[in-house]
């Protein structure tokens, strides 16, 4: 578990109230200002897993040698696609290196550890991605459009979960084409730009 500091000097606060407030005072307004501690503490760490998160993905970009290489831009979003309290992450990675004519590749990470494990990669992808409120294999399936590459005009497709993984490619079975909307959340927008991953 990661260690914060916080900012507040206790002691010296103790030692300003003493005289001045009873022991029970003193240690009631220690006991909140400790809380606030926490609450300051907490707030930091989502700062701290985006920085795990950027690494592993430096990592699976392979940390290419050249300035000019290092394109790569990302858009991801934390969802619980299992609805059991533990968090996934979805990675919508933009560049030369991951984008074709039908669109750019998604990654489903599982956490592991302090770092990630890749759950599913899905290429030719579009956003919007949303999380849809259907189930399969008791994970949340996914829509993604699909669109480019020949395929016009577009549609969202639904990737179900097979009990290991997503499909790879959502414009051949076993995704399926929507023919109506499905109830779900837009977890990565049509206008995503991406955050520079280098």
């Known amino acids: 578990m990661p260690v914060y500091h916080c900012s507040l000097d206790l002691n010296a ?8 407030m009873s022991t029970v005072a003193i240690r009631v307004v220690c006991m909140f200002l400790a809380a606030g501690c926490l609450v300051q503490s907490t707030a ?7 920085e795990g998160l950027k690494k592993f993905l430096q990592k699976y970009d392979g940390n290419p040698a050249s300035p000019d290489e290092r394109t790569t831009r990302y858009s991801a979003a934390t969802v619980d696609l299992r609805d059991d309290g533990a968090s996934e992450v979805i990675v919508y990675l933009i560049g030369p290196r991951w984008c074709g004519s039908g669109g750019c590749s998604m990654l489903v990470l599982a956490p592991e550890g302090t770092s990630y494990k890749v ?23 996914l829509g993604v459009r699909v669109q480019g590459g020949g395929i016009q005009p577009g549609y969202e497709a639904r990737l179900a979960f097979n009990g290991r993984k997503y499909p790879g490619n959502p414009s051949v ?4 084409k929507l023919h ?4 779900g959340k ?10 520079p991953l280098w």
Not at 173 to 176: R, V
Not at 180 to 183: G, Q, R, T
Not at 186 to 195: L, N, Q, W
């Open 13 to 20: 606060i103790l030692i300003t109230l003493r005289g001045q």
């Open 44 to 50: 930091q760490s989502p700062s701290a897993s985006e």
């Open 119 to 141: 759950i599913t990669k899905t290429t030719v992808t579009q956003p919007p991605i949303r999380v849809l409120s259907t189930k399969t294999n008791g994970w949340h399936d």
């Open 173 to 176: 079975p076993p995704a399926q």
């Open 180 to 183: 109506k909307k499905v109830e």
């Open 186 to 195: 837009e977890i990565i927008s049509a206008d995503a730009k991406g955050t």
